[in-house]
């Protein structure tokens, strides 16, 4: 039964967008941590999706392959009195963009929620099945 | 009632590459943010069409491991899967557009309605031949 499939399928899918969404939080709400546990600013992590056979040659579902620290410099902020700041006044700041994160946010929880209606149908079409011969 | 049978088994294996269908559509809206996944897809008509004609590849059907064994007629073949024609490109190699897969998705899961309601009809005619000398 490849129906059986789909739960597989998007339901992995819907780990990988809330895994998305998990690092989303992470970088919005370090979105001014200049200082994380290895003594640096925080650097905004983002996931790495890869396609991966599920069962089948038909089934394609996804997997989150690692989580990368975002190469881009940090955010140089004039501020002469933070006791961070280096000895020309400047303080580094996470190199976090509030507006793609918050992009990326809406864009993973759409795509979350077209993998729920996926399922929804999954399951209506199987019930459908279930429901031959008896009416 | 080989009739019967033969009349079902249509039925049947267009209902199995519907579930199929479903699956490929299922992985497509999972890909929907994977780096470099290509959309896939098969043509229904020819994949039912070489169901009916036996010439599937591979096919679904019972596998003979000892002469005592049931040949199965398989419940549909195996249907070639093929790219979807691009329509806007991504930066990121993805060629997946939602509005075609939710779209498709949408149109088989009605096809796989109608086709189980086929099938109850069928019985249910099948029902009232039986019973029409009964009362």
């Known amino acids: 039964m490849s129906l059986f499939n789909v739960f597989a399928v998007s339901g992995s899918a819907m780990t990988a967008q809330s895994m998305r969404l998990n690092a989303v939080a992470s970088n919005l709400a370090n979105a001014d941590s200049i200082v994380s546990s290895d003594g640096q600013p925080y650097r905004a992590k983002q996931v790495v999706f890869e396609a991966t056979p599920m069962g089948g040659n038909t089934a394609t579902g996804v997997r989150v392959t690692q989580v ?5 410099p940090p955010r140089m902020v004039y501020d002469p009195k933070n006791p961070a700041a280096d000895e020309k006044g400047y303080v580094a700041f996470p190199n976090v963009n509030v507006v793609e994160e918050m992009t990326n946010m809406i864009s993973a929880s759409r795509s979350y929620q077209t993998n729920v209606e996926v399922l929804n149908t999954a399951k209506t079409m199987m019930l459908r099945t279930l429901q031959i011969g008896q009416g | 009632m080989s009739d019967l049978s033969s009349h079902m088994r249509v039925l049947s ?37 070489s169901a009916l004609g036996g010439r599937g590849l591979g096919g679904l059907g019972l596998a003979r491991t000892d002469s005592g064994h049931q040949g199965g007629a398989g419940a549909g073949a ?21 509005d075609v897969e939710r779209a498709q998705i949408s149109e088989n899961a009605l096809q796989y309605e109608i086709l189980t309601r086929l099938i ?14 009964q009362s």
């Open chain 1, 68 to 72: 990368v620290n975002d190469a881009s």
């Open chain 2, 13 to 49: 294996q267009a209902l199995s590459l519907r579930a199929e269908r479903h699956q490929v559509l299922a992985s497509n809206i999972a890909n929907a943010d994977t780096p470099n996944y290509k959309a896939r897809d098969f043509d229904f008509t020819q994949a039912m069409q």
């Open chain 2, 78 to 98: 195996r249907p070639q899967l093929q790219y979807r024609a691009e329509v806007q490109s991504a930066v990121d190699g993805n060629t997946v557009d939602m």
């Open chain 2, 120 to 133: 109850s009809d069928r019985l249910q005619g099948m029902r009232t031949a039986i019973s029409s000398n």
